[in-house]
């Protein structure tokens, strides 16, 4: 791999955005790379839980501007699209997917953080789009998910004006889901990484679907949605063994 480095430490699968002298700046070897190894987690039994961060002082400071020379409206349709498909896979990836955010997250490493499930960010980091000082605006995504999370006004504050925001005020505005001192947040991550790890994993998924889709629909048929995942639940044995375990320790 040239651009991400991975681990596997199981139960989690560490990414790790690896182009520190550039900020781990996303090219299309990186979305590539990443995919890739997406690809291969999917399979691996082991993993349970999929960790991004980044390495060095950023998570990512978003795509790598030095690619843009080269682009017109067609290959800027196929970069952003490349992104997209990538955070369109980790948002909907069947195992559950963490953002360790370490530093900078910005631009497309932002819209990489924002299509994972969980964001936990080190008080030191910033976050934001600056992309509207270029003369563009968030291609990976991220003016749909954005304004899903945060809603339309912060959201078109952040876009809009493009400017960094600390971890704190992240926290704030729900950008990110918690915040904590940079010195834990690899251990943080890693406990909240394992919790997740022993949960039933299809329940797991099943919320991921029903909860994603779920916002791209009428509240009737995510409600549907929710009782077809609901019932599918209980053909799992982790539902039999977990509500035959709490009821057993009742009786006695
Ligand atoms: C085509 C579809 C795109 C879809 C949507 C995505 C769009 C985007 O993400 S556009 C990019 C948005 N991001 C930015 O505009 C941030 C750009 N970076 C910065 O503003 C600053 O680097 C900083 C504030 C994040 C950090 O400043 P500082 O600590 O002073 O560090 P340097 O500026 O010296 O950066 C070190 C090194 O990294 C290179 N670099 C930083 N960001 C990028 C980037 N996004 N792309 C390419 N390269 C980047 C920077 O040029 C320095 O490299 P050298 O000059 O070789 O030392």
Redesign the pocket.
């Known amino acids: 791999m040239e651009t991400i480095i991975v681990k596997e430490e199981a139960p989690i699968g560490w990414i790790i955005l690896n182009r520190p002298?550039?900020?781990n700046?996303?090219n299309l070897k990186m979305i590539d790379e990443i995919w890739n190894i997406l690809r291969q987690m999917e399979n691996n039994e082991k993993i349970k839980v999929i960790i991004f961060t980044g390495n060095g002082?950023?998570f990512s400071?978003?795509?790598?501007?030095?690619?843009?020379k080269e682009?017109d409206p067609v290959k800027?349709w196929d970069?952003?699209t490349k992104?997209r498909k990538l955070t369109d896979y980790i948002e909907n990836y069947p195992k559950p997917t963490v953002a360790m955010i370490n530093g900078?997250a910005?631009?497309?490493?932002l819209?990489i953080a924002l299509s994972c499930d969980i964001r936990i960010a080190s008080r030191n980091a910033e976050l934001g789009?600056?992309?509207i000082?270029?003369g563009?605006y968030?291609?990976?995504g991220?003016t749909q998910r954005l304004v899903r999370l945060v809603g339309k006004g912060r959201a078109l504050e952040l876009i809009m004006l493009g400017d960094?925001i600390k971890a704190d005020d992240a926290e704030k505005i729900g950008l990110v889901n918690r915040v904590v001192e940079p010195l834990s947040l690899e251990k943080e991550t890693k406990d909240l990484a394992f919790k997740l790890a022993d949960k039933p994993q299809v329940a797991l998924r099943l919320i991921k679907t029903v909860v994603n889709h779920g916002m791209d629909v009428p509240i009737s048929v995510g409600l549907t949605m929710e009782s077809l995942g609901w019932s599918i639940a209980f053909a799992t044995e982790d539902e039999k063994k977990r509500v035959e375990e709490f009821l057993s320790k009742r009786s006695k």
Do not use: T
């Open positions: 002298d550039k900020l700046a996303i002082k950023a400071a978003g795509a790598d501007i030095s690619q843009f682009l800027a970069f952003a992104g900078y910005l631009g497309g490493g819209e789009f600056p992309e000082n270029l563009i968030p291609g990976f991220g960094r």
